[in-house]
């Protein structure tokens, strides 16, 4: 910002010594006043205190500007008032469901350090379960004083009634966390039952017994985990009913991907001759577990999942985060060159088997692919396919038919097709866009040689199937 500051007490020419002071009306910190010499520039910082707000640059009465970083040239004495006035903040309260519960006590401004008292009623049938903001719970209790610090939208949530109804509270324990479940009601000659278990791998974590004496239980887990809990509960001569959570302890975690690829210089003619990589790259990618989670947990189809094959390419903020370091890193390369740049990158991801998950057949989203940093053929071409759509370019994925040297079936298979300038080899032509294959499984590609680039096909594989995503 530049302004003209007029005082008493111009100088006479370049040089001369001048004086800014600035008076601060409000709780804030200012730096930059002094003495200067004329022609040199003043740089001034206004910073608000806690719970205050910069309210300009004043010249008397007069408001230069609602900058807080001003810069101007030093031509005169100047005295100024930085202005800070107390803040005001947006709470709402909101329902989860509206049909289980209300909520009152939001919709309002209120001051920094103010207490803001909120209430919950649940409708017939159903309990409070927690004050959430940001998806954790900040409070149990359905009438509840919130500190106001900030802006904040406060939700209410409410769960049906039972006797298996229970609440959940985590608390934040260093890096980690401490989940504890709270029964609803006193078993009352009842049998009850606790089980946590890790939501990602099905391990159990804690299996205990409840009573009115004991109630409750609770784990302590580390940061990136989520942890599953149910309650049984079980009347004597009675049907046991069963209520199921999960609770999400946040982190994040730094994924590293290391690859090889080619690029054009001046002995490309030798390199492309000889399929070789000539430039290597890595990459430190920083994932939030709610991402992974959000995958896990989004219930999509785990296999056949042919009809709605857009949706395993969605690839969520996880996908976004790496095509924009990819696309920044390859800022000075063709089409060509930076769809094999991540098309080496997806090859790096090692290769594993479905049955690491517990079945035949397992379709993994690509934030699952990301933060297990493996997968098999389905799952390095979902990631490559919403990476390339991430970055702007048409993509389709290819059902591929495998056959041996003999002419026989040996497995199918799972490729992706790009539409880039400047490809050769390969290709699909839909709705007259070609789409040039590329062979996401390849792992070794990401080596030294680069056996499968855009355009090359294995032998023996045909695409029998092609999907506009």
Known sequence: MAFACLSAGAGDGRG?????????????????EGAYRAGDTVRLSAVPGEGRLFAGWYEGDSLLSMDPLCEFEASSDVH????????????????????????????????????????????????????????????????????????????GTFGPDGAAAFLLVLSRDGGGAVVSAVPAHALGGARGEWAFRDFATGEEILRAQASDEEP????????????????????PGGATEERSKTAVIDSEEVKRFSWRYREGAWYSAVTDFLRINNKSASLDLKMEFGWYYGALASGVARSEGYGEISGYVDGGPAVAALARELSAR??????????????????SVPYADDWEKGASDYW?????????????????????AALMREMGYGVVVHYVFCYGSD?????????????VPGGSGSFAEVDGARYYYCETTDTGSAGWLGSYGVGDVPGGYVVKKTYVV
């Open 364 to 384: 993994k989203l690509p934030a699952e692919t990301l933060w297990e940093q493996r997968g098999d053929c389905e799952d390095h071409a979902f990631l490559f």
């Open 16 to 32: 001369e010594e001048c004086s800014v002071a600035v008076y601060k009306a409000g709780e804030g910190e200012v730096t930059g």
């Open 330 to 347: 390859s800022s000075g390369m063709s089409d060509l060159e930076r769809v094999g740049f991540a098309l080496r990158l997806v090859q």
């Open 80 to 155: 100024l008032t930085a202005r800070f006035e107390e803040a005001s903040y947006r709470i709402e309260a909101l329902s989860a469901d509206p049909s289980m519960g209300g909520v009152s006590g939001g919709g309002i401004d209120a001051r920094y350090g103010e207490e803001v008292a909120l209430s919950a009623v649940p409708a017939p049938g159903y309990l409070f379960e927690g004050w959430k903001i940001g998806g954790a719970t900040v409070s149990i209790s359905a009438d509840y004083s919130h500190a106001v610090t900030g802006d904040a939208e406060i939700t």
């Open 407 to 419: 002419g026989g079936f040996k497995t199918a298979h799972m490729a992706v097709g790009v539409d």
């Open 216 to 235: 409750g239980a609770s784990v302590s887990v580390p940061g990136g985990a989520a942890v599953a809990v149910t309650y049984a509960v079980t009347p």
